[in-house]
């Protein structure tokens, strides 16, 4: 071939694209009607790809990630792996660098040791956003290392919900509900330096089984929640004043809840309300949380806050001011992107909201709400006015 100046740029052209094209993450997807299987489309994938698989119930197991690529159900309401009550582990992995979320995992034998998803040998490895149930095992992570398994929901499996084994180490578990298993958790001697943290164990037969030593449960200032903790919160910080079993130093007194945003922050939520829905309003600056309580009895909120999403002084509003306060803590701990508040109030209706603002805006929502109060309580005579035309 004769190289002049124009065919020499074509190439140059050609070598960028295809760089920039190998340096790009594929997308594959399932087909929607199930005829292709979910390891079959894996085999065709190359690594660095993010594999798509669309609402559906897939009845596989024995399925083998043999390369790092992203795994990503459509929802784990509706992206469903049944493993049909089989021996075999639904989802093995093998390589490193893979992430699976999205999905519900389920339906291993329940009478025979078997794995919703097992880690074997690897590192960097992410499981978030699953949920995993009736499987004898949750999730087996083995000899691994550097994984995170974050925002799962671990219930009702018929052994163990995790399962640390052969000097799994350096591992983080935060933010998942671990919840009526036989043993939610279960650490076997050699496995060190894994972190538990701002995770629900709730209503495990047996909480947890540990018989190693040299792993965390807390991130140096909150620790998980335990159903069965019966200790006491004296200073009103929202954490438990004694350990929990000598494990965690730092247990909470209510469930963890993060709130997500648009944007890369979120707000963390420490509460023994039942949080039914929630608004951040990036124009005003506001998170509004509708919560249910028991009637008679005394909620919480230890609530973190990121600066970047609603910037201190704070205000707080329960039922547009309708329900008081009984103490609040404006500093419970800072750092350099985020405060801790700590408030508490009596219960005394189904539902309460609760706004919190920047204290220069209160006077725009007092203004809202006296506007709305002044509206609604017109409104029957309104109707009366239209019905007698």
């Excluded at 965390?216 to 998980?224: A, L, V, W």
């Excluded at 350990?243 to 648009?262: H, K, Q, R, W």
């Excluded at 973190?304 to 009984?326: E, F, K, N, V, W």
Aim: charged share 15%; with cysteine.
């Amino acid at each position: 071939m004769i190289f002049n100046r124009g065919n020499v740029k074509v190439a140059v052209k050609i070598c960028f694209i295809l760089a920039f094209l190998l340096e790009m993450p594929f997308d594959f997807h399932v087909n929607a009607h199930g005829s292709q299987s979910i390891q079959a489309l894996i085999n065709s994938a190359t690594s660095g790809s993010v594999v798509h698989v669309p609402p559906g119930t897939y009845y596989e197991n024995n399925i083998e990630i043999n390369k790092s690529i992203i795994l990503r159900g459509a929802g784990s309401s509706c992206t469903i792996i049944d493993g049909s009550g089989g021996i075999l582990p639904i989802i093995k992995v093998l390589v490193s660098n893979v992430t699976i979320e999205g999905f519900t995992i389920r339906n291993t034998a329940s009478n025979q040791e078997t794995y919703g998803i097992v880690l074997m040998k690897v590192s960097n490895v992410t499981i978030r956003n699953n949920n995993l149930t009736k499987c004898y095992i949750g999730i087996r992570i083995e000899n691994s290392s550097y994984c995170r398994i974050v925002g799962n929901q671990i219930v009702s499996n018929f052994a163990y919900g995790l399962f640390f084994v052969s000097d799994a180490s350096n591992n983080v578990v935060a933010g998942n509900l671990i919840k009526k298993n036989p043993t939610g958790l279960i650490i076997y001697q050699g496995c060190t330096l894994n972190k538990f943290f701002h995770n629900n164990f709730i209503d495990n037969q047996n909480q947890i089984d540990n018989e190693a030593s040299h792993n965390k449960f807390d991130n140096g200032f909150e620790g998980n929640y335990w159903s069965d903790y019966n200790g006491a919160d004296l200073n009103l910080d929202g954490i438990g004043d004694e350990a929990y079993n000598d494990l965690d130093n730092y247990p909470l007194m209510g469930t963890f809840y993060f709130i997500e945003t648009e944007s890369q922050y979120g707000f963390e939520v420490i509460s023994n309300l039942t949080i039914v829905d929630f608004t951040y309003n990036t124009a005003l600056r506001e998170l509004r949380i509708n919560t249910e309580g028991l009637n008679g009895s005394v909620g919480f909120c230890r609530i973190s806050i990121p600066y970047a999403l609603i910037s201190p002084p704070y205000h707080i509003l329960i039922d547009g001011g309708q329900t008081s306060i009984r103490y609040i803590n404006y500093s419970v701990y800072s750092n350099s992107t985020h405060q801790w508040i700590y408030f508490d109030y009596n219960i005394h209706l189904t539902r309460h909201e609760i706004v919190i603002i920047p204290e220069g805006l209160l006077h725009i929502v007092l203004s809202t709400i006296i506007i709305v109060t002044a509206v609604f309580l017109k409104k029957p005579y309104l109707n009366l006015k239209l019905k007698s035309k």
